[in-house]
């Protein structure tokens, strides 16, 4: 079939129906960015190509690119709003974005314009018993301080999702002993903590945590976060954090904020603004920005930055661009995820940090 396409195709490289056919044949064989590719010149040569549309949902949906199935999906559902098949995939998608009740709200509207859509039933039946999920990350790295190399367990991440609004989460952080070479001499930083995250509607969401760092000659750090989005758009996300660290004999408070904005189709750019005081010392406070693109590539999601930092102490007062990271998460299966990381920060006192880490997540 792949010969026949492109003999057609070399007659007439403008056929629709072939080149659907090809992307197609690219899908089945999974060659998933070759399909891609296909199916967008498909979309050049007619923009309402419906089965170039559909073709390039379900081969994102086969790929395990949910964020990719999500926009063809809404762009599907916006040229043919009437089609029931448009809210089916829409419903594929949020079933594996973890999303049963919108999942069930789209299986319903395909069945509403086409009450004998076998297959829609089926996964109205489905999703009304999927169970629960859980998620369990594990991070490894390396760290370079200056001519120091340490490498070590960094994390590990548990979550559990209630419902279709909440879930809660614990994890073990072992990297402050592994990145800042005074406390590695301590042997002992480990922090602990645990956090719910609720979705009050589909806009607004708050999440909570509270952990503890344990140190060996000192007394032990609590950490409180709470963190509020509001989604103004599809588009538009907005963050502020407010957290409070307790730090045996003094203790610091942090407000941040920030924009998430979509700036493109597959990319979008974060925005945020910290601010830590010493909550005993009014002259001590730190500023730090942050700003990056977070960019999707079939299978790869890459988020990317750069750190500003301004340090106020009593005695003198100093700003620099402290440093750059780059995130990676790599779809592997359905229930398996890779992560890399790559992180530097210069410090102000001759404590710069290079982290190498490498993570997987697997969902149960």
């Not at 945590?209 to 976060?225: A, Y």
């Amino acid at each position: 079939a792949e010969n026949l396409f492109n003999q057609i195709l070399q007659q007439n490289e403008k056929h629709e129906d072939a080149t659907v056919g090809l992307a197609y044949n690219y899908t089945w064989s999974k060659r998933y960015a070759q399909a891609v590719h296909v199916f967008n010149k498909a979309i050049l040569i007619n923009p309402k190509s419906r089965s170039a549309y559909f073709g390039q949902v379900y081969n994102y949906l086969d790929a395990a690119n949910y964020n990719g199935a999500e926009y063809i999906s809404s762009l599907i559902n916006d040229l043919f709003p009437e089609d029931p098949e448009g809210y089916y995939v829409q419903g594929l998608v949020e079933v594996h974005q973890l999303k049963p009740k919108a999942a069930r709200k789209s299986f319903n509207k395909a069945l509403v314009l086409d009450p004998n859509f076998t297959s829609a039933k089926e996964q109205l039946n489905a999703v009304g018993i999927k169970p629960t999920r859980w998620a369990l990350t594990i991070w490894y790295g390396l760290t370079q301080n200056l001519d120091t190399y340490r490498h070590g367990f960094r994390r590990a991440d548990l979550k559990y999702q209630l419902n279709d609004h909440t879930t809660v989460y614990t994890y073990y952080d072992n990297s402050l002993l592994l990145d800042n070479s005074f406390i590695a001499q301590d042997k002992l930083a480990s922090l602990f903590a645990v956090g719910i995250k609720h979705g009050w509607t589909e806009k607004l969401f708050t999440k909570f945590e509270m952990g503890n760092r344990i140190f060996r000659d000192s007394k032990n750090q609590l950490l409180i976060n709470l963190e509020n989005g509001y989604f103004f758009s599809p588009a538009v996300l907005g963050k502020l954090i407010v957290q409070y660290d307790l730090r045996g004999d003094e203790s610091y408070g942090t407000v941040s904020g920030g924009l998430d904005i979509e700036v493109l189709p597959k990319t979008r750019v974060e925005a945020m603004v910290y601010y830590t005081q010493n909550l005993e010392i009014p002259e001590i406070n730190n500023r730090r920005v942050v700003i990056g693109p977070k960019i999707l590539l079939n299978q790869i999601e890459l988020v990317t930055g750069m750190y500003l930092d301004r340090i106020q102490d009593r005695e003198f007062s100093a700003s620099q661009v402290s440093g750059f990271y780059a995130l990676s998460r790599i779809s592997l299966t359905p229930k398996f995820e890779g992560h890399l990381l790559y992180n530097y920060d210069k410090g102000f006192f001759q404590n710069s940090a290079t982290v190498y880490s490498l993570g997987f997540t697997y969902k149960i």
